[in-house]
């Protein structure tokens, strides 16, 4: 019985998401935008670990934040979040056009230099605004994207997304249940003329780094920057974030912003691990300022921070603080 109720489960997710990708498409934009809204503050509404998760994570970075303040910010970060799905579902139905007045970059002279000449570079992100549209807006302004994904479930629903980011141009290596992906990336690294852009800001292998993200210790993955010193393959941190766009310009009102990094380089001496650890530290540095300033962007819905995997230090755990997670009635 469960096997069947489990089936029946994953049969309707199928459909959901694709009864969404072609039904949010057909709305007017304003009222695709609007009905995203009304979701997450339903979501907001309802509470779950994954909204006790993400207000724990914003109290982290944001400390000096009142609790009524704090109800604002997960509203407004799962505002984002949803925006992020809504673009998403909407996204291979725009045009070239509107792709590029949806996007406004900063510092990417020296990877246009790199992309003009054919090379690969690797670049550290995080779950930070849209990385979908960031990756279309690249593969017609500088390279194609290559990343890695989880492998959702059902399979069904992750063979939605990989369709879905092979439209905008972007290759898919799974994490699991295939090849192992790192061979995948250095066969990528190595044959040029794409961007490898691997958000890296929450580790899912247990392999990866421990470091300062505004004064918390967090996990990140390595990856990114093994690769980069693997190859030889000019390593960059991108910080992405929404922002309200001028009339006439964005998605719904807003507009994605990408801001790449100077290119990283060890700050230290010493084995790859040592050097590694140092890049990804600089990668975190660079996040942090958008994390910061741009908190609602983050859309960090799970474990990144050393204590919350303390059961003890957890307060999505703590019953008190759980209880002190779900939003203020006005």
């Not at 604002?72 to 579902?89: H, I, K, N, P, Q």
């Not at 550290?124 to 017609?140: I, K, M, R």
């Not at 993955?221 to 310009?249: N, Q």
């Amino acid at each position: 019985m469960t096997s069947v109720v489990r089936r029946a489960t994953d049969t309707v997710s199928v459909l959901g998401f694709k009864v969404g990708w072609s039904a949010v498409r057909a709305l007017p934009e304003w009222a695709a935008y609007g009905l995203f809204d009304r979701v997450a503050d339903l979501a907001v509404r309802r509470g779950g670990k994954g909204i006790q998760r993400l207000r724990s994570n914003y109290r982290r970075v944001r400390p000096e934040l009142g609790e009524r303040e704090l109800d604002d910010l997960v509203t407004a970060g799962m505002r984002s979040y949803m925006r992020y799905y809504c673009e998403a579902f909407r996204l291979p139905s725009l045009q070239r056009g509107q792709i590029d007045r949806a996007v406004v970059t900063k510092g990417a002279d020296e990877v246009a230099e790199l992309s003009a000449r054919g090379e690969a570079v690797v670049v550290f992100v995080g779950h930070l605004g849209n990385f979908d549209l960031a990756a279309a807006w690249s593969a017609g302004n500088l390279m194609p994207v290559t990343t890695v994904a989880e492998r959702l479930k059902p399979e069904e629903v992750y063979q939605e997304f990989v369709t879905f980011r092979r439209l905008i141009d972007m290759d898919i290596i799974p994490l699991t249940g295939g090849d192992d992906p790192f061979h995948g990336l250095l066969s990528a690294a190595r044959g040029g003329g794409r961007i490898i852009a691997l958000a890296a800001d929450r580790d899912l292998t247990n392999g990866g780094v421990e470091v300062d993200l505004l004064g918390h210790r967090a996990r990140m993955a390595k990856g990114p920057a093994v690769l980069s010193l693997m190859t030889g393959v000019p390593l960059y941190a991108a910080r992405i974030w929404y922002e309200k766009a001028p009339r006439g310009e964005g998605l719904g009102g807003h507009r994605t912003v990408i801001e790449f990094s100077e290119r990283l380089v060890p700050r230290v001496e010493g084995p790859t691990g040592a050097k590694a650890a140092d890049l990804i530290q600089q990668c975190a540095d660079h996040l942090a300022v958008t994390i910061r300033e741009h908190t609602s962007s983050w859309h960090m819905l799970q474990r990144v921070f050393v204590d919350d995997l303390d059961p003890t230090k957890d307060p999505v755990h703590d019953p008190t603080a759980a209880a002190a997670s779900t939003r203020a009635t006005p």
